[in-house]
């Protein structure tokens, strides 16, 4: 027997969509929260079907409401047995999805005509009959109206049937993707017409997972770029040598030109060098106003401009030619002969403190030493290099297991997830711009998601199938987190989201804090068993 479905319908609905909204039964959940996953338990989903099954307008709304509720016994069960089976046949269809095509026999349409009619008998006040007295069905169906009764047993069927229509996806059904897609007047035609009902209902599933070849993750080889600013000596060294500065004060310098360890106020500009002989053309990307050049971080510019303007005072301009390197950031201006000049306004010295044991508190709280200033910096340092090692490695190792993966991805997954990656830019844009309710309307309205999720196709994919790689490999290589682990992370992000005064959903928050632990279990298993080569570039 079938794991229990309930659904639970509210009896004091007043108002309903318009008729032309008949056939969506199911609408989609367009907030933007956590990632939808396939129910774990039935009851996750008979929630999300009580939450979604909303009546249809009918011209007796309330009486047709309670009706309704009354005919599926307010709170129906597959175990609620029908008078007859069901027959329901599963075609599959593109990106996952599942067609069940629901035959209800006469029977149980006739039962749940009978639930109708008693219901309507119970709560209706027909004029010469007192409330709860049986009124003859002729009268009842005079006084009500056909079709309100029509409509009112149709809905019954419907929700009462659909729970067991669904028994054997429910498991691996995608929460808000369920639509039944016959038109609502379509099964009112067959039931008029038949005394029974049809209708189809279309369901998103876990998509099946297959590697290219299989196990293929099992033998991963990534090679890892590392950038060539990534050394912690190096790091902790630069980070002593300002710390030291902020110590200092900067003086005027009056007697003599720049030395390495001044600050100087510049005027760049520059122009090209023709080798044609052409005309010169002014270069914007090297021009600046008021630049302030530290002389001991000259090689953030470009090589040779440092010692070029050495010996330069105040007041003063120099002109000089440079060649861009070939591996210059800006590609325009890779290999560019330019002819530069700078004008010197400003020129400083840092007065600064001796460094020794006496500033080691200033440097950094807690020191006592110098030695113990390097030592923690370097600490530091070694863990930011670290994480950074650790993040590029995982960054390769999603990049490959991607492509070893085919997957026919389901169209509510993928919305949900670019859904999901649009929210997420749109809080930080609106904690970084502070929008106005205008603008925010505008950036969340349907069309403007939907060109994200156009422009962002690959990408949205990409994270999908890495998404579902790790999940298969969590489940086949069996690895685990513990409880506390779990409890723990919950917790921390139901204080994040009371910090930050947002609504959340604790069965999404659990379900979400659940992938974070699967894919870090995942990723630790894959850098172990990983073929990984470290270049710097």
Not at 241 to 249: D, E
Not at 343 to 351: H, V
Not at 492 to 519: M, T, W
Request: glycine fraction near 4%.
């Amino acid at each position: 027997m079938a794991t229990p479905i309930s659904i639970q319908l509210n009896p004091s609905i007043l108002s309903f969509p318009s008729n032309s909204t008949k056939a969506h039964f199911f609408q989609p959940n367009d907030k933007f929260l956590l990632k939808q996953k396939p129910n774990s338990s039935s009851r996750q989903f008979s929630s999300f079907l009580q939450q979604q099954l909303p009546l249809h307008q009918l011209a007796s709304a309330r009486l047709v409401a309670i009706a309704a509720a009354a005919a599926s016994g307010v709170v129906e069960t597959v175990e609620d047995k029908l008078p007859a089976d069901l027959h329901v046949t599963e075609t599959q269809e593109p990106n996952s999805r599942i067609r069940l095509t629901v035959e209800v026999p006469t029977v149980v349409c006739e039962d749940c005509y009978k639930k109708v009619i008693k219901e309507f008998m119970r709560r209706s006040k027909v004029p010469g009959f007192r409330p709860g007295k049986n009124v003859p069905e002729d009268i009842l169906v005079g006084f009500v109206g056909k079709q309100n009764i029509q409509n009112a047993v149709v809905e019954a069927i419907l929700k009462r049937t659909l729970p067991h229509a669904m028994s054997s996806v429910t498991r691996n059904a995608y929460e808000d993707s369920i639509r039944i897609v016959t038109k609502f007047e379509d099964m009112e035609k067959t039931y008029l017409s038949l005394n029974c009902l049809r209708y189809d209902v279309v369901v998103d599933v876990a998509p099946e997972i297959k590697w290219k070849p299989d196990d293929a993750y099992k033998n991963i080889k990534v090679v890892v770029e590392l950038d060539s600013d990534m050394d912690a000596q190096r790091a902790s060294e630069k980070e002593l040598i300002r710390r030291h500065k902020s110590l200092g004060a900067l003086k005027i310098v009056t007697d003599r030109g720049l030395q390495v360890g001044d600050v100087a106020v510049i005027d760049i500009s520059a122009t090209t060098i023709e080798q044609d002989g052409s005309e010169a053309k002014t270069i914007p990307a090297a021009e600046s106003k008021g630049f302030n050049f530290d002389t001991e971080e000259g090689d953030n510019v470009l090589p040779g401009f440092r010692d070029s303007i050495i010996g330069i005072k105040r007041g003063e301009m120099k002109s000089f030619p440079l060649v861009f390197p070939d591996s210059w950031k800006q590609d325009d201006l890779r290999g560019v002969h330019a002819q530069f000049t700078v004008a010197c306004k400003e020129l400083f010295y840092r007065d600064l403190p001796e460094l020794n044991d006496s500033i080691a508190e200033r440097l950094l709280p807690g020191c006592s030493s110098v030695e113990e200033v390097k030592q923690a910096l370097l600490q530091r340092c070694l863990e930011v290099e670290q994480a950074a090692k650790d993040q590029a490695t995982d960054n390769a190792i999603l990049d490959q297991l991607y492509k070893m993966v085919e997957v026919d991805i389901p169209q509510s997954l993928f919305q949900e997830q670019g859904r999901q990656l649009y929210g997420a830019q749109l809080l930080q844009l609106q904690a970084n711009m502070k929008l106005n309710e205008q603008q925010l309307a505008s950036l969340s309205s349907p069309r403007a998601v939907n060109e994200f999720l156009e422009t962002q196709k690959e990408n949205i994919i990409s994270i999908i199938k890495q998404n579902l790689a790790v999940g298969d490999i969590f489940t086949r290589e069996n690895l685990q987190f513990s409880t506390e682990e779990l409890v723990k992370e919950v917790q921390n992000s139901i204080q994040e989201f009371q910090q930050h005064q947002q609504e959340y959903d604790e069965d999404r928050v659990k379900l979400q804090v659940q992938e974070v632990l699967e894919g870090a279990k995942v990723l630790e298993w894959l850098r172990e068993n990983a073929e990984i080569q470290y270049i710097t570039r």
